[in-house]
């Protein structure tokens, strides 16, 4: 599995017109070529952070005239969303390379807990930046939770960000991948962590959630029993005492060692930790090994020559 990150999309600093975006989906599409033509059958997934808040802009800027989406609905729309421009840039690229390939995107919905203690603590922003008055407002009309980020000056909303238990779509994405009359599609499945959904009677329900996009791609790589898990992201690798003196990069470590710098506190909690706890728990479920590092690096990760590879203990 190949987890891209979100500057995979849109890099930081870039603003989101369409057509950037595709150009970015573009050399997304190259990496998922060259691995196509080193022998791999691929399943693909994605960040979607900033189109999941620019359809919450778009429905706050429209609320007069158009009636808002809930949360789960704008995460379904933006996997739509990325998911035509993954396919249309990696169906180009393979007819450009004569590959005879092909991308499905499949709309995903995760499963998570309806007691996630997240649920009672929302602590993911989401969405743009009011004013102390306006926060007042939205805290009174529609319950949201909101917070200060004094940083960039203006409050945001808060969403519970629960752990992903499974995927609802698990069972027939395993049958798909595993197809031998299959092996010619790429599927692309879980943007953005997924649709949030707990489970109500014999069905379904979506929640006003954002799922955890890396450890979201684990419950999927796990789920469809696939060897090896790629995340990348926009740093070469994981650095161990970063942003002190002694920084520097963590070429590869075993299960145990991960968990013992997990402990010791060495990864952000909104960056390099949850890529670092998914890599983890897909080796301990039974996968080969989980690779982080950045697309431009890939390949250099892939023959230990950079990155960070995580596999089982000795």
């Known amino acids: 599995m190949v987890a891209l990150g979100g500057n995979a999309i849109l890099k930081a600093g870039q603003r989101g017109e369409f057509e950037l975006q595709i150009e970015n989906t573009r050399e997304a599409a190259k990496i998922i070529a060259n691995l196509v033509e080193k022998g791999y059958h691929l399943v693909v997934t994605h960040g979607n952070g900033p189109q999941v808040g620019d359809i919450l802009l778009q429905n706050e800027t429209a609320v007069k ?9 704008c995460v379904a729309e933006s996997q739509g969303l990325i998911g035509y421009m993954l396919i249309q840039s990696m169906d180009n690229e393979f007819r450009k390379r004569n590959i005879g390939m092909q991308a499905l995107c499949v709309l995903t919905r995760t499963i998570v807990s309806a007691d996630d203690p997240a649920f009672e603590n929302p602590s993911k922003p989401v969405g743009g930046y009011y004013s102390g008055e306006e926060s007042r407002k939205l805290k009174k009309e529609k319950k949201w939770k909101m917070v200060q980020d004094s940083a960039r000056g203006g409050y945001r909303r808060v969403v519970p960000s629960p752990v992903p238990v499974a995927i609802a779509e698990g069972e027939l994405l395993k049958t798909f991948f595993h197809s031998s009359e299959n092996r010619r599609e790429i599927l692309i499945v879980s943007g953005g962590g997924g649709i949030p959904v707990i489970r109500k009677g014999k069905g379904y329900r979506g929640v006003e ?8 791609a684990q419950v999927v790589a796990t789920s469809l029993g696939v060897d090896e898990l790629f995340i990348l992201t926009d740093v070469d690798s994981v650095f161990l005492d970063f942003g002190t003196e002694k920084q520097h990069p963590l070429r590869s470590a075993t299960v145990d060692e991960m968990k013992r710098h997990i402990s010791e506190g060495q990864f952000g909690r909104g960056s390099m930790l949850p890529k670092a706890e998914a890599a983890v728990k897909f080796v301990q479920m039974g996968g080969k090994r989980a690779v982080i590092t950045s697309q431009e690096k890939m390949f250099d ?10 596999f089982e203990n000795d």
């Open 65 to 73: 005239a158009v009636p808002p989406s809930p949360l789960d609905a």
């Open 209 to 216: 959630a954002v799922i955890d996009k890396d450890l979201a």
């Open 301 to 310: 990760a892939l023959d230990g020559k950079d990155g960070t590879t995580i």
